[in-house]
């Protein structure tokens, strides 16, 4: 993968959300880890958690019936959003720019030192600590057929 563009509600690069787990596979090669997160008992979800050490991204696979791409999470520092390199940029910045690509329901928590700056109508969030952005998770809903919701 040489694509690293984050795209809010659409997907990473050549990983669109939805994509199966196979078709990931096909593009990325299998992971160097994944397990399988059932909360089956609490919530009755149940997720597919895949790591690529190697481009520094954590893909995660949802639905009951077909296990499709809902959520990433990256540290590549290579990654982009909205044509800027988003690991350069600092938290005003990105706050400034996602307002300006109209997502407007901002919401942010500290935990454990840890910034989290999140837009709930783009489902992106952002984690910050004392040095700037650590890491950046989007996703989108996904029913049990493994449809985009």
């Keep these: 993968m040489k694509n690293f563009t984050i795209e809010p509600l659409k997907g990473f690069g050549d990983i669109q959300f939805g994509l199966s787990i196979d078709d990931t596979v096909k593009l990325l090669g299998m992971p160097e880890y994944y397990e399988e997160l059932n909360d ?21 696979f ?32 990105i706050v400034e720019m996602m307002k300006e690509k109209g997502f407007k329901e901002m919401d942010q928590d500290t935990e454990d030192g840890e910034l989290r700056i999140s837009f709930d109508d783009g489902l992106i969030d952002f984690f910050f600590d004392e040095k700037g952005l650590t890491a950046v998770s989007w996703g989108v809903l996904v029913d049990d057929q493994g449809n985009i919701i």
């Design 40 to 60: 089956m008992e609490e919530t009755g979800n149940r997720s597919i958690y895949y790591e690529y050490e190697g481009i520094k991204t954590n893909i995660y």
């Design 62 to 93: 949802e639905g009951m019936t077909k296990s499709v791409a809902a959520c990433f999470e990256t540290e590549n520092k290579e990654a982009t959003l909205y044509g800027k390199k988003v690991f350069e940029m600092d938290q005003k910045s």
